[in-house]
């Protein structure tokens, strides 16, 4: 596609409940990346992957935050158990290659009630 | 630990009125500095990347500069929709590709 594309843009949840985010990066993008942002603050960086593999998965909070990769294709960002501590807005980047600047996607925004 | 931070977190400026946002970095090692702006309820976009000190970028009303320990944003005779966040991000010889953000310089322009 032109650009990276997340879904749902929005997403409110229980407290306890499994969330899915789906991101769709540039066709023939081999990088992608997920960041969070909260209110106020920067971007924390939480996973890397290089095609379907994840050599860098340092930034993941907790064993309650998976990530995985078709391909070099879509990538799902899974909170399981979602604590209000999770609200975020959760971005998707890819590029060509980790010495490429980055393209965003526009984001998820989780918020956990 | 490598460390970005940004300076002021918030601006306001008449337009017309030139400023520039800071970006200090302590890093091991600098593999390239990249500047974003950020539209409220968007991802960042991309702006420049300056890989040694010394280098400059321009585009329109910005120019980024870059020294060995911290970068500037000039922004010369700024229009009301340049009214943005920020975001410079720093990424670290060795690493995965993953960049390290500064929190953000928010930027209003008022007519």
């Known amino acids: 596609g032109a650009g990276v594309s997340q879904s749902p843009s929005n997403k409110v949840t229980e407290k306890g409940k499994d969330v899915e985010l789906r991101c769709d990066p540039i066709s023939g993008h081999t990088a992608l990346y997920w960041y969070r942002q909260r209110l106020g603050q920067g971007l924390e960086f939480l996973i890397y992957f290089q095609g379907n593999s994840a050599p860098d998965k340092s930034g993941l909070p907790s064993d309650r935050f998976s990530a995985e990769r078709t391909g070099e294709s879509v990538s799902t960002l899974t909170i399981q158990r979602t604590q209000q501590e999770d609200s975020a807005v959760y971005l998707c980047?890819?590029?060509?290659?980790?010495?490429?600047?980055?393209?965003f996607g526009s984001g998820t925004r989780l918020t956990v009630v | 630990e490598d460390q970005v931070t940004q300076s002021p977190e918030a601006l306001r400026l008449q337009e017309g009125e030139s400023s520039s946002l800071n970006c200090s970095y302590t890093?091991?090692?600098?593999?390239?500095l990249f500047w974003y702006r950020q539209d409220p309820g968007k991802g960042p976009e991309f702006l420049f990347t300056l890989y040694s000190a010394g280098e400059e970028k321009e585009k329109e009303r910005l120019k980024a500069t870059l020294t060995k320990k911290e970068s500037f944003l000039h922004i010369t005779a700024p229009k009301p929709e340049d009214s943005a966040t920020y975001l410079c991000a720093v990424h670290v010889t060795g690493n995965t590709g993953k960049l390290i953000f500064g929190q953000g310089t928010t930027l209003q322009v008022k007519p």
């Open positions: 890093v091991s090692g600098l593999r390239g």
């Open positions: 980047a890819s590029s060509r290659d980790r010495d490429y600047g980055y393209t």
